[in-house]
């Protein structure tokens, strides 16, 4: 079926850095992107979120980019500090189905 | 708004047991969902609600999986008999028709021994 991924399994910056986290999606007829946050012991946070008919969003220091002719989706932390170490997880769905989510991405910041 | 509730928040049992999951949704929202999540498969989708019905059960691994929601403030996720391979933390996430994201409680740690 179809399925969500993500580049790269763990991510290491420096506090301060900026990161970008990438996804890729397989399913064109997704219409709507989401990233969470994930915190050990806790449920998935949500962070920001973007429909097909927009490119990019952004909010509080986050952007959430989207490419839909190459199937790719971006996460950026600006400013990155020690409580965004997380995993992360971009999820997509189309119109009258659930969240599918991607395997994730863990984000260590060092200080 | 004390958000997604689950209950309980760790369980440990016996293979063969029965066990229950439980989940009180956000007041208000109409969308209930049941995922789990385990280091080599991540999060499932097992089965997702609208307005109490069941629209896609198609993640519920097998017939020992059965989930219920009588009533727009509370749903189960029953396990019988439970296996070792079903331990796994279980997500229930509530979310508005047409809103922005789903919000997820905070688990329950299942461990079938």
């Known amino acids: 079926g179809e399925s969500v991924g993500l580049h790269l399994p763990t991510l290491s910056v420096q506090e301060g850095d900026n990161s970008i986290i990438n996804c890729a999606y397989s399913?064109?007829?997704?219409?709507?992107f989401i990233w969470y946050k994930q915190e050990s012991g806790k449920g998935p946070q949500f962070i920001i979120d973007?429909?097909?008919?927009?490119d990019k969003r952004q909010g509080q220091r986050v952007t959430v980019l989207l490419n839909k002719t190459v199937k790719h989706l971006s996460l950026q932390i600006a400013a990155t500090q020690p409580g965004d170490s997380a995993v992360y997880f971009c999820a997509e769905s189309q119109a009258g189905t659930a969240l599918i989510f991607g395997k994730g991405t863990t984000l260590s910041v060092s200080s | 708004d004390a958000g997604v509730i689950q209950s309980p928040r760790h369980e440990v049992t016996e293979m063969g047991q029965e066990v229950t999951l439980r989940c009180k949704p956000i007041?208000?929202?109409?969308?209930l969902f049941w995922y789990r999540q385990t280091m080599m498969r991540g999060l499932e989708l097992l089965i997702y609600f609208n307005n109490n019905v069941p629209i896609d059960d198609s993640g519920m691994p097998e017939d020992r999986f059965s989930a219920k929601m009588p009533n727009a403030s509370f749903s189960t996720l029953k396990i019988q008999p439970s296996e070792p391979r079903d331990s796994a933390v279980y997500f229930c996430?509530?979310?508005?028709?047409?809103?922005?994201?789903?919000?997820f409680g905070s688990g329950t740690r299942l461990t079938v021994v």
């Open positions: 996430a509530s979310s508005f028709e047409g809103g922005d994201g789903y919000t």
């Open positions: 973007i429909r097909s008919n927009m």
């Open positions: 007041s208000g929202h109409n969308s």
């Open positions: 399913n064109s007829a997704s219409d709507y």
